[in-house]
């Protein structure tokens, strides 16, 4: 089944404890992205990435940290957590970056940093 | 970035057609228009996109005006399933990908 599939799906830590959130699609899609909503703000592009070993910020990058070493896998990293990072995260794939490829999203990922 | 505009919230019963419309006045030649939706407790998820043309698939259909400054998505048939938020959206080429989620229309179905 075509998905993209992220984990974990809750998390509870603290400040500055490292955490890695993980991404995976097996579409074969070049395009991955990452989302975080909020209440009253909506969905917003944390990092997206066009292909193997190319990154580029979105709106909210400040906090996070991405790598793209394999296609198919997409992490998010947060180095040093902080309460303003508690959000509904979500990792999302398409098979290129333009308007005519539709986006599909994993899950999400609840993230409460104390 | 390219704005859209949605009603917040709208009502349909059960089994019967459901039009939610988005204005989009400032679209540009090559800007696509999607329309995802988010069910509770879920990821956004794909229902729909076009360019110029009427589209449809097996979710929904998607009306564009001929200017290109609004379109309506066309439910045939609301299920109860369908009560979600709607996000009508234009992708860009030049705006990395990136989908610019705005409030939504909030659809509840009644029975």
């Known amino acids: 089944e075509a998905q993209v599939t992220q984990n974990p799906r809750y998390l509870i830590t603290v400040t500055g404890k490292k955490l890695t959130v993980t991404c995976s699609q097996n579409?074969?899609?070049?395009?991955m992205s990452w989302y975080r909503q909020d209440p009253g703000l909506g969905l917003r592009q944390i990092y997206y990435s066009m292909n193997v070993e190319v990154t580029d910020k979105g709106d909210v990058p400040e906090g996070y940290k991405v790598s793209r070493k394999e296609k198919r896998n997409f992490p998010l990293i947060l180095e040093s957590p902080s309460p303003n990072q508690t959000s509904l995260y979500f990792c999302a794939s398409s098979l290129g970056v333009g308007g005519l490829y539709e986006q599909y999203f994993g899950p999400g990922t609840r993230l409460t940093v104390t | 970035d390219a704005k859209t505009t949605q009603p917040n919230s709208m009502e349909s019963n059960e089994e019967e057609p459901v039009h939610l419309p988005c204005n989009h006045s400032?679209?540009?030649?090559?800007?696509?228009i999607h329309w995802y939706r988010q069910l509770p407790s879920q990821g956004p998820e794909y229902v729909i996109h076009g360019l110029t043309s009427n589209v449809n698939n097996r979710m929904a259909s998607l009306a564009i005006a001929e200017d290109r400054k609004s379109s309506t998505l066309i439910l045939h048939r609301a299920t109860l399933r369908d009560a979600a938020v709607y996000y009508c959206?234009?992708?860009?080429?030049?705006?990395?990908?990136?989908?610019?989620f705005g409030q939504g229309t909030e659809l509840s179905v009644k029975p």
């Open positions: 959206i234009l992708r860009a080429l030049n705006q990395g990908g990136k989908l610019i």
């Open positions: 400032t679209i540009s030649g090559t800007d696509y």
């Open positions: 579409m074969n899609h070049e395009y």
